[in-house]
């Protein structure tokens, strides 16, 4: 994890319904990071000053069934888990992989344009998720949804 991850293939493997067992480890502990991995399979957490003997603790609770990961960031998992459910889209929809893309390229204040470049895409399909994120989060324009992403990160899938 200290390198970029494809979330997407790890939510792939973690519903393939093999036997593996995902655990991060050496995350930088930013919440938004850590509910991400949650969302795409990841059932254990290692920090990266964890010693050995955590190491092998987090293995057995993970296998076992058990949350692994220090406290502080099973109490922002809840938290979130608490936040996502008191605060879902309208429709009951959540939004999709690109949607949220999208969304959080909104929080940083780009245009339409610059979201099309960076995710590679045309922005008449940007505008498309763009209408997408808004009615689903029953947001009038744009800047709302920039407000609303930084407010509650956890949107974000």
Request: aromatic letters at 2%; a positive charge; one cysteine or more.
């Amino acid at each position: 994890m200290t390198q970029p991850i494809d979330l997407d293939a790890v939510r792939l493997l973690a519903i393939s319904g093999s036997n593996v067992v995902l655990i991060a480890m050496g995350l930088k502990e930013q919440r938004q990071d850590i509910i991400r991995c949650g969302r795409a399979g990841f059932v254990g957490y290692v920090s990266r000053d964890s010693t050995v003997e955590e190491l092998a603790k987090t293995m057995l609770d993970a296998v076992a069934g058990r949350l692994a990961c220090p406290e502080e960031i099973s109490g922002a998992l809840l938290r979130a888990l608490f936040r996502q459910t008191s605060d879902p889209a309208p429709d009951g929809a959540p939004l999709t992989k690109r949607e949220s893309d999208v969304l959080q390229l909104i929080g940083h204040g780009m245009t339409n344009k610059e979201i099309a470049r960076e995710l590679g895409l045309s922005v008449a399909t940007v505008k498309h998720h763009v209408h997408n994120v808004l009615e689903k989060l029953s947001l009038p324009r744009r800047s709302h949804a920039m407000r609303k992403v930084r407010e509650k990160p956890w949107l974000l899938g």
